[in-house]
């Protein structure tokens, strides 16, 4: 199955009826062939996808030993060219969701800096979601930088508690927030596998709400969360105001709505292996 939080969060949101463009690139072959179809049988509009010649789709290979513990092999050969499309039409109010390793890489950054600049003065609202494999780069502080800048444009982040490790070096949601979102973003929503739980931090206030063991253990279940956030900002009438100062039934209604999603997708999965990641 095609992988990646904002890949399938796209596929989530356009088979629930949202309109979905996403802006990337995929190689041509069969692999990229394989996340291409996904992407269209979902109805995600894919015209503004590079899909380059000279490399190769990124495959993540996850091994478990006799111990049960996970390794993560990342098999990549990229073009030195990329990113060649024609942005999509961003207006204000619009949802622009960024992140991953993509929002980090040289190679990407040049083009990747300029849409993101052209949506915060089209006034749309931008979702960072922070996070890569530490094999993609071992070293924080090469790429801090870019994170930083990248918590500036954002109107929300939402991350995952191993992201807040691999970061920041913290695993308590609240103190990472106080201590490292908060002058850049005033909303952070922690997506917390091992509490089972997904937390809203805006100023001195924090909602939690609980998610099912089962659900929290899906390969959907990220992707979901994820998906139910925008899903909420989508129907509110002024998402980036509510973003400014969310009161407390703000930030339950998205984490409801996050949590809901969560649990849809998950229930499309059908191999033992997709359910228990």
């Known amino acids: 199955m095609p992988g990646g939080r904002i890949v399938n969060a796209a596929a989530i949101l356009a088979r629930e009826g949202l309109p979905v463009k996403l802006v990337s690139e995929i190689a041509q072959g069969r692999v990229g062939d394989i996340i291409s179809d996904f992407l269209a049988e979902a109805g995600v509009d894919c015209s503004s996808v590079d899909r380059f010649t000279e490399g190769l789709s990124p495959i993540i290979i ?67 979601l922070p996070g890569f494999l530490p094999q993609q780069e071992p070293r924080i502080t090469r790429i801090m930088p870019i994170i930083l800048e990248n918590l500036e444009y954002a109107s929300v982040v939402v991350v995952r508690n191993n992201d807040l490790e691999t970061i920041f070096g913290v695993c308590d949601g609240g103190r990472c927030y106080h201590d490292r979102i908060d002058f850049y973003c005033r909303s952070l929503i922690n997506v917390d596998t091992a509490a089972e739980e997904i937390s809203y931090y805006s100023g001195n206030d924090v909602t939690t709400v609980s998610i099912p063991a089962s659900i929290c253990r899906s390969m959907m279940w990220n992707a979901g969360a994820i998906a139910g956030v925008v899903n909420a900002l989508y129907r509110d009438e002024h998402p980036a105001e509510r973003l400014e100062a969310p009161d407390e039934d703000f930030r339950r209604a998205v984490l409801s709505e996050a949590a809901a999603t969560a649990n849809r997708a998950s229930q499309t999965l059908i191999a033992d292996w997709q359910k228990l990641h």
């Not at 390794?71 to 969701?97: A, K, L, M, S």
């Open 62 to 128: 996850y091994t478990t030993d006799e111990n049960g513990i996970v390794d993560v092999t990342r098999y990549e050969q990229y073009p030195d060219q990329c990113f060649d499309v024609v942005w999509p039409r961003i207006d204000e109010n619009d949802i622009v969701v960024y992140g991953g390793f993509y929002a980090l890489d040289p190679r990407m950054r040049p083009r990747m800096s300029q849409l993101l600049s052209h949506a915060a003065e089209r006034k749309a609202v931008l979702v960072y």
